[in-house]
T-cell receptor
């Protein structure tokens, strides 16, 4: 079945540094990917919609200059947390849409646990 | 705006007991409803979608448009059902983005 790979699975970084998280669709092309943030035992909050070849669409309240999204190819989207702070520590999950239509299947990555010290 | 509400944060039942995880949605159009499950240390997995009208692992969910609900049910809970369950809705005219409820932790005791 369709697989979405996220890398790294976990990362620890110091305050003020930037961290890049990759989301790859391994056996299908994804023109649209979604980035979520999840706190322990809480919901997945949609951060942004990543569209291949164009700018990402951010949800209300998400700082686009802090969470940079690049979707340069049909199989790769990256989320860069810039100048990370401890409050950015969270679980980040991507999902990729397998198809063009709004009702196409969504496949989720395994998530990346970010800890900012 | 799309909104999904799961009123129970934690649901604890004994093995063999019936389970109902509640989900209500608000949306002016006709959203597609899903249930996702997340077992400990595993990725989110699709459990059910309302248009499929199927039963997975003994779970069923019926879309009730009058009550705007999509409750998840299982007649006899098993210990391996213990997990986080998320109800989600998707609207085609909003780019197909999936909006999640708060999640309900199901704990099935032996």
């Amino acid at each position: 079945g369709a697989v979405v790979s996220q890398h790294p699975s976990w990362v620890i970084c110091k305050s003020g540094t930037s961290v890049k998280i990759e989301c790859r669709s391994l056996d299908f092309q994804a023109t649209t990917m979604f980035w979520y943030r999840q706190f322990p035992k809480q919901s997945l909050m949609l951060m942004a919609t990543s569209n291949e070849g164009s700018k990402a669409t951010y949800e209300q309240g998400v700082e686009k200059d802090k969470f940079l999204i690049n979707h340069a190819s049909l199989t790769l989207s990256t989320l860069t947390v810039t100048s990370a702070h401890p409050e950015d520590s969270s679980f980040y999950i991507c999902s990729a849409r397998d198809g063009q239509g709004g009702n196409s299947p969504l496949h989720f990555g395994n998530g990346t646990r970010l800890t900012v010290t | 705006a799309q909104r999904v509400t799961q009123p129970e944060k934690l649901l604890s039942v004994f093995k063999g007991a019936p389970v109902e995880l509640k989900c209500n949605y608000s949306y002016s159009g006709s959203p597609e409803l899903f249930w996702y499950v997340q077992y400990s240390r595993q990725r989110l997995q699709l459990l059910l979608r309302h248009i499929s009208r199927e039963s997975i692992k003994g779970f069923t969910a019926d879309l009730n448009k009058g009550e705007t609900s999509f409750h998840l049910k299982k007649p006899f809970a098993q210990e391996e059902d213990s997990a986080m369950y998320y109800c989600a809705s998707r609207s085609y005219n909003q780019g197909g983005k999936l909006i999640f409820g708060q999640g309900t932790e199901l704990s099935v005791k032996p």
